[in-house]
């Protein structure tokens, strides 16, 4: 079962992926960050790879996409905040976006 990151937990997964663009949301306890691509195909394209992903893991984003910019915000609903699915999948976007 998953579970809401620890303190002490968060430090390990988190500072990779902040150091990688991601931002810590201020509204809640969730992470965020912005992916802008050459053109709306390449946004698309990933957006259809990444949800081959999130399917897999039965882990999806919260995301909004205008044109070739695509806003993501990860968290996990069923624990209150963010968890390790947060990091997986936010890692796994960073790579499917070449970064």
Same mark, same amino acid.
Request: charged share 30%; net charge negative; proline share 3%.
């Given at each position: 079962?998953?579970?809401?990151?620890?303190?002490?937990?968060?430090?390990? &997964?988190? *500072?990779?992926? &902040?150091?990688?663009?991601?931002?810590?949301?201020?509204? @809640?306890?969730?992470?965020?960050?912005?992916?802008? =691509?050459?053109? =709306?195909?390449?946004? =698309?394209?990933?957006?259809? @790879?990444?949800?081959?992903?999130?399917?897999?893991?039965?882990?999806?984003?919260?995301?909004?996409?205008?044109?070739?910019?695509?806003?993501?915000? &990860?968290?996990?609903?069923?624990?209150?905040?963010?968890?390790?699915?947060?990091?997986?999948?936010? @890692?796994?976007? *960073?790579?499917?976006?070449?970064?």
């Amino acid at each position: 079962m998953t579970e809401k990151l620890s303190t002490e937990a968060r430090g390990p &997964l988190l *500072d990779p992926l &902040l150091k990688s663009g991601w931002e810590m949301s201020e509204a @809640r306890d969730s992470i965020k960050k912005t992916f802008v =691509f050459d053109d =709306f195909v390449a946004a =698309f394209g990933w957006m259809t @790879r990444v949800a081959l992903w999130a399917e897999k893991w039965n882990h999806h984003p919260e995301w909004r996409n205008v044109y070739k910019t695509v806003e993501v915000e &990860l968290t996990t609903h069923d624990v209150g905040g963010i968890s390790s699915l947060d990091a997986k999948l936010a @890692r796994k976007m *960073d790579s499917l976006a070449g970064g």
